[in-house]
């Protein structure tokens, strides 16, 4: 694939999205990469869930053929317990699992979802993000960082050690 795809480039599906779709094309970009345990695991009846409770899932296509992904969660007073977080629940947007096809790694699509997810936090008045990430992944960590979050601990959770990073949105 050539370098230099934007998500302008893509189509985007984000209203009744298809969670069988989007549970194939996870958990097949989990398959492809050397530490599946990066990505998130919600089952799909969890997803539906989420959804219901405003959680949001955008999938990007080119063509027919999915290129990358990327969630809100909006946060709970037990998210913000689980962070230690001293702060309004409903001021602190979660980012759920973002990915990109093996095929379109190098395209900086993660950090391009990332701007998007501050711009459609900002829009529905949050004040904050949060976002959980393994401390090896240095892809993510690296898009992390060039956004402005911060780490600002390290926890144990089922998927194993995560880093928590958040930042102050504008």
């Given amino acids: 694939m050539s370098k230099g795809i934007n998500l302008s480039d893509l189509k985007c599906e984000h209203l009744d999205i298809n ?8 958990d097949c970009v989990k398959e ?5 345990e990066w990505l998130g695991d919600f089952t799909k009846e ?4 989420m959804l ?3 959680c949001k899932i955008w999938i990007y296509y080119l063509n027919e053929m999915p290129v990358c992904s990327m969630m809100f969660i909006p946060s709970s007073e037990k998210t913000i317990t689980k962070f230690e977080l001293k702060l309004n629940y409903k001021v602190v947007a ?3 699992p ?6 379109f790694l190098g395209n900086g699509l993660q950090y391009q979802m990332l701007k998007e997810l501050d711009d459609f936090s900002i829009k529905n008045n949050y004040e ?22 911060k780490v600002v601990s390290q926890k144990e ?14």
């Fill in 32 to 36: 492809s990469i050397n530490y599946p």
């Fill in 19 to 26: 969670l069988d779709r989007y549970v194939e094309f996870r």
């Fill in 157 to 170: 959770f089922k998927r194993g050690i995560r880093n928590i990073y958040f930042k102050k949105l504008n």
């Fill in 98 to 103: 973002m990915f990109v096809s093996p095929k």
């Fill in 46 to 49: 969890e997803l539906s869930d």
């Fill in 52 to 54: 219901k409770n405003n």
């Fill in 128 to 149: 904050y993000a949060i976002a959980t990430i393994h401390p090896s992944n240095i892809y993510s960590v690296v898009n992390l960082l060039k956004d402005d979050f």
């Fill in 94 to 96: 979660s980012y759920g």
